[in-house]
Structures are given as structure tokens and as C-alpha cells.
């Protein structure tokens, strides 16, 4: 399988390394608006070529599929190109500003026959894994109250391309809050309204973006919970936080990034520990792929998946108080 990356940036580099711990059963190869950054991805993480522009890496007949990791302003145009060329394609998330986008994408897949992944590597994580298999196993009873915390005070560099929201599509919660977004709504209960609520913005600082938000919801099963998201809050250890996951029977309490879980329920407290080893999930979403590919199914994160993410985030800036995502 010969991947090709569209986009030399950070998280090419995030991808390349899990994907070389995969083997040799994957040829990588790298696309650049910068030929020479192009060439020197390629040296670095021993790709097998190198493209000056995405169009080349697109038109190579001897690339099976593209990972689409440059700002989302452009993933729309790069994912329709793929796909006419008969690609595969993994977008990285938010894959697409508008529901209508994911539509377009949606269209022209079927008429490709190819697989589209949106990249959203903490569904595969450890940690939803574990939480997953304790809510279906009612390790707590019926769930009652979800509270996820993330909140760490990380600024961007005021050239990052994520302060400027024609860029990333949004601000800080529509950019990388969709994560979270999904890791709450993956769990098992599915969200059936969600609302946003953001404080006041501080303009302080070169990280210009709105960086917080809170988020109500509810679940089918009439659980309700809250998400509350900050890039501008110090935490312990710069990240360190901790979520909780109410039932009528225990409680569930999870350090927020995957570390350690505790469960207070019938019996004993037990602590596990998810597994360190592709704690962020790229891995097994990288084999989610190959695997849909080589099978002809559609992924666990397809876009039929991320357009239930699509229609929350529609819903959050939806409320009156909430900033508009483009």
C-alpha cells in the first residue's frame, strides 16, 4: 500500500511515526507546497519519494491513497481531487467546515468506489476502548451523569495558521474540541442535543482564537453530562485532568488523556491501566484503514460516523452565546 501525505507540517510527522511502527507493509511518500520540505520529510521518516505540490502526488498512479494533513480550509478540494483520481483517502479532523461538504464527499466516494477515513485517532485510543467495554458491560449501572474535562493553557504562536479561523474553520473547540466532542459521544449513549455556552473571550497574548467552551447534553438514554474545554486554563502537569462517568450502580473517574481508570462500582475498586502503547490510537486507526481498504468496508470512523460529530458542532454554535464556527 503506497500512502502518499499531503502536507509536511507537525502532524505528518505525528502520522508517519505510528505508521512506520506498523511495517513494512505500507510505502510512504510526501507532497509539499515546498519541494525541498517535501524531500527532507522524505529523508527523515524514509519515504520512498518526494512531490513538489499535492497535484503530483495525486496524479501518481503508484499512490493508493492520500493522508490529507493541511489545514481544513483545504481538505474539501484536496479530498474531491483524491477521490476523482481514484484515491483513498484519510482527511484529518475537522475534515469539512459544512454538512453540505461532507455531502459533496459523501457523493463522490460512492461514485469512486474508495474509502474515506476522517482521522479521528481518539476513537481508536485505549482509553475509549476500555470505557466502551465498561459501559456496555454496566460496570456502573445506568449512567446517570457524564463529566469530561480538558483544559490545559496552551497558545498558539500568533503566525499559527489556527488563528485565523478562514484557515481552521473555527475557533479553538470547532478546531480540536471536536476530539472531545466525539470521545463523549462515542462512549455507547448517543447525544441527542447539545448546546454551547463560551465565556468571555481575553484577547491577551498572541493566541487570538476564542479558546473555551462549554457544552450541555444529553444522551437517548436520558443520561446528561458536560464537556468543558479550555486551551487558556492551567492544569496540573500542564494537562493532567480528570473525567467522571456517573451510573446508579458506581463511578467511573479517568485521568482525561488515558492514563488510568478507576472504577467504584459493585464489589472491589479496580484500577486499569488502558495501555501506554498507541495511547493516542493512530495506530489502530491506521489499521482500521488498510483493513477497510483491503475488505471493502467502510471504517469505524466513516463519514457517516463524523457527520453525527458534524450535526453536534452545528447544534453547539446553534446557541445564542456561542461563536460562530464558519
Not at 482500521?288 to 453547539?316: K, W, Y
Request: glycine content about 10%; proline content about 4%; some cysteine.
Amino acid at each position: 500500500m503506497h500512502i502518499a501525505f499531503l502536507g509536511c507540517g507537525f502532524i505528518a510527522g505525528v502520522h508517519s511515526r505510528h505508521l512506520k511502527a506498523l511495517g513494512d507493509g505500507v510505502v510512504r511518500s510526501y507532497a509539499s507546497r515546498d519541494g525541498a520540505k517535501a524531500e527532507a520529510y522524505r529523508r527523515s521518516y524514509r519515504g520512498a519519494g518526494s512531490y513538489e505540490g499535492y497535484t503530483a502526488a495525486i496524479a501518481d498512479p503508484a499512490v493508493d491513497a492520500v493522508v490529507i494533513a493541511v489545514p481544513p480550509r483545504f481538505h474539501l478540494d484536496l479530498t474531491l481531487q483524491a477521490l476523482s483520481a481514484g484515491k483513498h483517502v484519510l482527511v484529518e479532523k475537522p475534515a469539512y467546515f459544512r454538512m453540505e461538504d461532507y455531502q459533496r464527499v459523501q457523493a463522490a466516494r460512492d461514485r469512486a468506489g474508495r474509502v474515506v477515513l476522517v482521522g479521528e485517532n481518539d476513537h481508536y485510543k485505549p482509553l475509549a476502548v476500555c470505557l466502551r467495554r465498561l459501559l456496555r458491560e454496566g460496570a456502573i449501572g445506568e449512567l446517570v451523569f457524564a463529566h469530561f474535562t480538558t483544559l490545559v493553557k496552551r497558545f498558539k504562536r500568533a503566525d499559527d495558521w489556527r488563528n485565523d479561523e478562514t484557515m481552521a474553520g473555527g475557533d479553538a473547540f470547532f478546531e480540536e474540541g471536536i476530539h472531545w466532542l466525539h470521545l463523549a459521544n462515542s462512549l455507547g449513549p448517543v447525544m441527542t442535543e447539545a448546546s454551547g455556552f463560551q465565556p468571555g473571550a481575553s484577547s491577551d497574548g498572541p493566541d487570538r482564537r476564542v479558546k473555551s467552551m462549554m457544552v450541555a447534553f444529553r444522551y437517548d438514554n436520558d443520561a446528561v453530562g458536560a464537556l468543558f474545554y479550555s486551551r487558556e486554563v492551567p492544569s496540573l502537569l500542564r494537562g493532567l485532568r480528570v473525567s467522571k462517568l456517573f451510573g446508579r450502580a458506581g463511578i467511573i473517574s479517568f485521568e482525561s488523556n488515558g492514563a488510568v481508570v478507576l472504577v467504584r462500582g459493585s464489589g472491589m475498586p479496580r484500577v486499569i491501566l488502558p495501555g501506554f502503547r498507541d495511547m493516542r490510537g493512530y495506530q489502530a486507526m491506521y489499521r482500521d484503514f488498510l483493513d477497510a481498504i483491503h475488505t471493502n468496508r467502510a471504517p469505524q470512523m466513516s463519514l457517516e460516523t463524523a457527520i453525527v460529530d458534524q450535526r453536534l458542532m452545528d447544534q453547539i454554535y446553534a446557541t445564542p452565546g456561542a461563536a460562530s464556527s464558519s
